[in-house]
């Protein structure tokens, strides 16, 4: 009875395959020729003569051929608003035009600074956009990094995207730039959307720093120099190199990774960060120290001396940051709100600016190189 049973299911199945796939509602489909695939967005505005906002919004798209080459295809909207930019450029592309696949958003500085709340909305609520997308500020017109040829690639978007994805490897940069990363952290307590800056120098397309939001608006953009500092501050285990060099030119290059630990106290209304940096590397190039491969005292000079390199560094990055920039771009506000409360309605940023933050640094050396010459 069982097996009897058994065979009339397995009947029932085919029987129901059969009939939904040869005569159920066909699901209409594209080839890829019949498509234009999406790499990259740029967003920037402009004001009319009322003053109101035009959105401005690029897409560079791949078309792939019959031939099986591909062209690359520039597609722009303008509108009073992002849906509206959506109409404008269908009417002047040939292609139905795919979103899903986009690897980078590219905001030109002026639009981040007006805010890019409009943007985060539009993208948060369509299930198609992909949320692994990298958020980058640009200086200038989107509208020229995606026009910007680069050998070896189809489309300047594709080089962008691995250009943020591979900064991780030095300058302490983290791969989390990601769109759905800016979305949870636009509004969360304590928490601020920090973004890699490029800019088209003689050499091509460059990240020169980083952009810092206090909630959905641009507060300042980041140096290289300073872009280092923060990452190291703020990030966990994150990569790059760090130099000491005399006026005479030698120098000792160390690369490292950097781990961090973050210690919160309250004292009265004030509040107190302590950041404990453990950094551990290799020396990779060195003409300052003498003799660094067979003596360990000449490598636990460096390590004092870089120790010591590393909290001025630190330290001036800090009153830039409580005085210039007056914004949380360490993330200290989110420790504290997680020890102490959410929702009390304070300004995290403010509360930052106005507090004691000390930092410890620990350098070591595990390896010199082969030796000496």
Same mark, same amino acid.
């Given at each position: 009875m069982k097996k009897y049973m058994n065979t009339i299911f397995i009947v029932f199945l085919c029987s129901t395959f059969f009939l939904v796939f040869f005569t159920g509602k066909k699901m209409g489909s594209l080839s890829v020729e019949d498509l234009g695939i999406s790499v990259g967005v740029g967003m920037g505005i402009d004001k009319n003569s009322e003053g109101d906002i035009i959105y401005r919004v690029s897409t560079t798209a791949n078309e792939y051929k019959q031939d099986e080459s591909v062209e690359s295809i520039l597609g722009n909207g303008v509108?009073?608003?992002i849906g509206k930019t959506r109409e404008d450029r269908q009417k002047k592309i040939g292609k139905k035009f795919f979103l899903g696949l986009s690897k980078i958003y590219l905001?030109?500085?002026?639009?981040?600074?007006?805010?890019?709340?409009?943007?985060?909305?539009?993208? =948060?609520?369509?299930?198609?956009?992909?949320?692994?997308? =990298?958020?980058?500020?640009?200086?200038?017109?989107?509208?020229?990094? =995606?026009?910007?040829?680069?050998?070896?690639?189809?489309?300047?978007?594709?080089?962008?995207s691995d250009m943020i994805k591979n900064s991780s490897n030095y300058n302490f940069f983290k791969e989390n730039y990601f769109f759905k990363n800016a979305i949870l952290s636009m509004d969360a307590e304590g928490k601020n959307i920090v973004s890699p800056y490029i800019e088209i120098m003689e050499d091509g397309i460059k990240i020169t720093g980083m952009g810092v939001f206090k909630k959905d608006k641009l507060a300042t953009i980041l140096d290289m120099n300073d872009t280092k500092i923060m990452n190291m501050l703020r990030e966990n285990k994150v990569k790059g190199i760090l130099t000491i060099q005399d006026q005479s030119g030698k120098y000792v290059n160390y690369e490292a990774q950097s781990k961090r630990k973050i210690k919160c106290m309250k004292i009265g209304d004030k509040y107190k960060f302590i950041i404990d940096l453990n950094l551990e590397g290799e020396i990779i190039n060195n003409t300052l120290y003498k003799n660094m491969a067979g003596d360990t005292k000449v490598i636990k000079k460096f390590e004092e001396d870089m120790s010591k390199k590393v909290k001025e560094m630190c330290a001036t990055f800090l009153y830039k940051m409580k005085n210039e920039y007056k914004v949380d771009c360490l993330q200290l506000g989110w420790v504290a709100a997680a020890k102490y409360g959410r929702d009390t309605g304070v300004d995290?940023?403010?509360?930052?600016?106005?507090?004691?933050?000390?930092?410890?640094?620990?350098?070591?050396?595990?390896?010199?190189?082969?030796?000496?010459?």
């Open positions: 509108g009073t608003t905001v030109e500085e002026g639009y981040a600074e007006y805010g890019i709340r409009a943007l985060m909305d539009v993208n =948060f609520k369509n299930p198609v956009v992909n949320d692994n997308s =990298f958020l980058v500020v640009c200086k200038g017109r989107n509208e020229e990094y =995606f026009k910007y040829t680069i050998p070896g690639y189809d489309n300047s978007a594709d080089y962008i995290w940023d403010d509360i930052v600016s106005n507090s004691d933050i000390v930092v410890n640094a620990k350098v070591h050396v595990d390896k010199v190189g082969r030796g000496e010459y």
